[in-house]
């Protein structure tokens, strides 16, 4: 069994930053791809950002040059580093990995933490 935990969430004003972690334990073989997702009320997840093979990044339109998505490959875990948060920011945001076991290939979510950016 794999588990993902966050921490890092809070409320900040406009123009903070914030950072997430999210680190995984269990029987991890290998994470293939890493990555931060967002839901605000009423609307759909969306991807925030995302990193395979450890060193190849996506980021959502949205969030380019404001946040950074790094990984501390020895510890499985992982970062959004959130900076210049907008109100628009807020939402609960989860992290997913796509991950290796010896029994199989999966994918897990985090429980989520909430980011609210208010003054």
């Known amino acids: 069994q794999v588990q993902l935990v966050e921490s890092g969430g809070g409320l900040v004003q406009p123009g903070g930053s914030l950072r997430l972690s999210c680190a995984a334990s269990g029987s991890i073989s290998k994470i293939n791809v890493m990555g931060w997702y967002r839901q605000a009320p009423g609307k759909e997840r969306e991807l925030v950002a995302s990193?395979?093979?450890?060193?190849?990044?996506n980021y959502a339109e949205s969030i380019k040059g404001r946040f950074t998505i790094s990984l501390e490959d020895s510890k499985n875990t992982w970062y959004l580093q959130m900076n210049s948060l907008k109100i628009e920011d807020t939402a609960v945001y989860l992290c997913?990995?796509?991950?290796?076991?010896?029994?199989?290939?999966?994918?897990?979510w985090g429980q989520g933490t909430q980011v609210t950016v208010s003054s």
């Open positions: 990193m395979s093979n450890g060193d190849s990044t």
């Open positions: 997913t990995a796509d991950v290796l076991t010896p029994l199989r290939f999966s994918t897990y």
